[in-house]
């Protein structure tokens, strides 16, 4: 077996999630498998700097936990997209059925459906190695609770579609939370605490014990990754008393083109200490430090918000524009909440700023 050294793997921090830029070293040309929305450029370089041809954009299911770049990608290198025919991601120019082959310089990528995380869900073998994405993870695999999961079928999926692989094949993952990077199949036979020695009806009782909660991001991202992450209005999610809550990267988008008006709503005392979206339109809707609701905001709205865009409340987080939004959507607006905002969700040691949210995004801001 010809030995894949070029196999690049690329780390998003906050989702955990493995992007692999698989090559051709002959033709040049490469693919790209589970690209995540905020490394497009990352991505571009990296491609870019190998002097590689991008031919393949490709997903190993609709994520839940991240929004995928491969629109984005796929329209500035004019690479086609590919991705699991029973995954509904109708805009993909090819759908994959079981055992297809993609091209690439003189080998070619086999696609391999493996349902159970997803009824959809593939892997990739790619000369020595296999992309496992959701399905087989570094002594874990995939959740098996939420759409279209089965456990049943994801026992089938590993024992009788990826064991029977050579056992020194790599395994490379769509995630992993404990840095790790890869195993082999061989490995995961003997030391996968889930499916080692395990029967069917263990291994179906092992995830039904698990008691996840669901992702955060699932209501906004599988709608928006079956639609390859474009940024366009599939991705907003409906929402009571307001025009919806709308994906970040989205906002981002609606803004920088003019489409929306920004509004920021924290208090002053936040903009001067963590910063804000340059050109913002700022009205508070608490006031510091006794948090009770501005008593000038409708009419501050009013005088500065016209109301023939959409406006995009922009807050800490994306919880307190949610009570605004609703507010000036009474209003007469066309009112979203920003998901995740300004700073967004505390991670474990309760900091804010490095899990998600528009800084951490790496969109435009400064300081005061
Ligand atoms: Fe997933």
Same mark, same amino acid.
Request: hydrophobic share 40%.
């Given at each position: 077996?010809?030995?894949?050294? %070029?196999?690049?793997?690329?780390?998003?921090? #906050?989702?955990?999630?493995?992007?692999?830029?698989?090559?051709?070293?002959?033709?040049?040309?490469?693919?790209?498998?589970?690209?995540?929305?905020?490394?497009?450029?990352?991505?571009?370089?990296?491609?870019?700097?190998? $002097?590689?041809?991008?031919?393949?954009?490709?997903? +190993?299911?609709?994520? %839940?936990?991240?929004?995928?770049?491969?629109?984005?990608?796929?329209?500035?290198?004019?690479?086609?997209?590919?991705?699991?025919?029973?995954?509904?991601? +109708?805009?993909?120019?090819?759908?994959?059925?079981?055992?297809?082959?993609?091209?690439?310089?003189?080998?070619?990528?086999?696609?391999?459906?493996?349902?159970?995380?997803?009824?959809?869900?593939?892997?990739?073998?790619?000369?020595?190695?296999?992309?496992?994405?959701?399905?087989?993870?570094?002594?874990?695999?995939?959740?098996?609770?939420?759409?279209?999961?089965?456990?049943?079928?994801?026992?089938?999926?590993?024992? +009788?579609?990826?064991?029977?692989? #050579?056992?020194?094949?790599?395994?490379?993952?769509?995630?992993?939370?404990?840095?790790?990077?890869?195993?082999?199949?061989?490995?995961?036979?003997?030391?996968?605490?889930?499916?080692?020695?395990?029967?069917?009806?263990?291994?179906?009782?092992?995830?039904? =014990?698990?008691?996840?909660?669901?992702?955060?991001?699932? $209501?906004?991202?599988?709608?928006?990754?079956?639609?390859?992450?474009?940024?366009?209005?599939?991705?907003?999610?409906?929402?009571?008393?307001?025009?919806?809550?709308?994906?970040?990267?989205? =906002?981002?988008?609606?803004?920088?083109?003019?489409?929306?008006?920004?509004?920021?709503?924290? +208090?002053?005392?936040?903009?001067?200490?963590?910063?804000?979206?340059?050109?913002?339109?700022?009205?508070?809707?608490?006031?510091?430090?006794?948090?009770?609701?501005?008593?000038?905001?409708?009419?501050?709205?009013?005088?500065?918000?016209?109301?023939?865009?959409?406006?995009?409340?922009?807050?800490?987080?994306?919880?307190?524009?949610?009570?605004?939004?609703?507010?000036?959507?009474?209003?007469?607006?066309?009112?979203?909440?920003?998901?995740?905002?300004?700073?967004?969700? #505390?991670?474990?040691?309760?900091?804010?700023?490095?899990?998600?949210?528009?800084?951490?995004?790496?969109?435009?801001?400064?300081?005061?």
């Amino acid at each position: 077996m010809k030995k894949s050294d %070029a196999i690049i793997q690329l780390f998003d921090k #906050p989702s955990s999630t493995f992007t692999y830029i698989l090559v051709d070293e002959s033709s040049r040309e490469a693919a790209i498998v589970d690209a995540v929305d905020c490394h497009i450029e990352r991505d571009l370089a990296e491609i870019a700097s190998r $002097d590689l041809k991008l031919k393949w954009v490709i997903e +190993t299911h609709a994520h %839940a936990d991240h929004i995928t770049a491969a629109d984005a990608i796929s329209r500035r290198t004019g690479a086609r997209t590919a991705t699991p025919a029973l995954c509904g991601v +109708t805009p993909a120019n090819l759908q994959l059925g079981d055992g297809d082959k993609l091209a690439l310089g003189i080998d070619f990528i086999l696609a391999i459906h493996t349902p159970g995380h997803t009824a959809g869900s593939m892997c990739f073998r790619w000369r020595d190695a296999v992309l496992t994405g959701d399905t087989l993870l570094i002594g874990g695999c995939g959740r098996t609770d939420f759409q279209s999961g089965n456990s049943a079928a994801m026992y089938d999926s590993i024992t +009788t579609k990826l064991f029977t692989l #050579p056992n020194d094949t790599r395994i490379l993952p769509a995630h992993d939370y404990r840095g790790r990077t890869e195993s082999t199949i061989g490995e995961e036979k003997l030391f996968n605490p889930r499916i080692a020695d395990k029967t069917k009806q263990e291994f179906i009782d092992i995830m039904n =014990a698990l008691n996840l909660a669901p992702p955060k991001m699932i $209501d906004s991202a599988v709608p928006a990754n079956q639609n390859l992450g474009a940024m366009n209005a599939s991705a907003i999610c409906a929402s009571d008393g307001y025009a919806g809550d709308i994906p970040l990267a989205l =906002a981002h988008a609606w803004w920088i083109k003019g489409d929306a008006v920004m509004v920021d709503i924290r +208090t002053q005392a936040e903009l001067d200490c963590v910063g804000r979206v340059p050109n913002a339109i700022c009205i508070q809707w608490k006031l510091y430090p006794d948090m009770l609701l501005n008593p000038d905001f409708d009419r501050e709205l009013i005088a500065n918000v016209p109301r023939d865009k959409p406006v995009l409340f922009l807050c800490r987080s994306g919880v307190r524009s949610i009570d605004c939004a609703r507010r000036a959507q009474a209003l007469g607006y066309s009112a979203y909440n920003v998901l995740e905002g300004f700073e967004g969700d #505390p991670d474990a040691q309760k900091q804010r700023g490095k899990l998600n949210g528009w800084r951490h995004a790496g969109y435009e801001w400064i300081q005061g």
